[in-house]
């Protein structure tokens, strides 16, 4: 039985973290694999802002500018594979 909310987000992780190790077997195409991976980090760093640093609680506009951080880091990293590709 699950204690409190930091139980239930520390299995999310080992689910995600399994998800993005699974990946490379399961998904041929490497674009949607580097789509996938990232997407998979950004609901890791997603879990971990709202119950790890304990923002669930927080006002919707911190919540908001961490997500939007975080999916500003994975756009950035997005932009540096496909730069890769054209060089």
């Not at 520390?10 to 694999?33: H, I």
């Not at 609901?43 to 506009?61: H, S, T």
């Not at 919540?63 to 594979?81: D, K, Y």
């Amino acid at each position: 039985m699950l204690r409190d909310r930091l139980d239930l987000a520390w299995l999310q992780l080992l689910g995600l973290a399994a998800a993005t190790l699974a990946a490379p077997l399961l998904v041929p195409n490497r674009w949607l694999l580097n789509a996938l991976v990232l997407s998979l980090a950004v609901a890791k760093g997603r879990v971990i802002v709202l119950d790890y640093l304990g923002l669930r609680q927080a006002p919707m506009l911190w919540r908001g500018l961490l997500t939007t951080w975080l999916a500003g880091l994975a756009a950035f990293a997005a932009l540096a594979v496909a730069a890769r590709a054209l060089v």
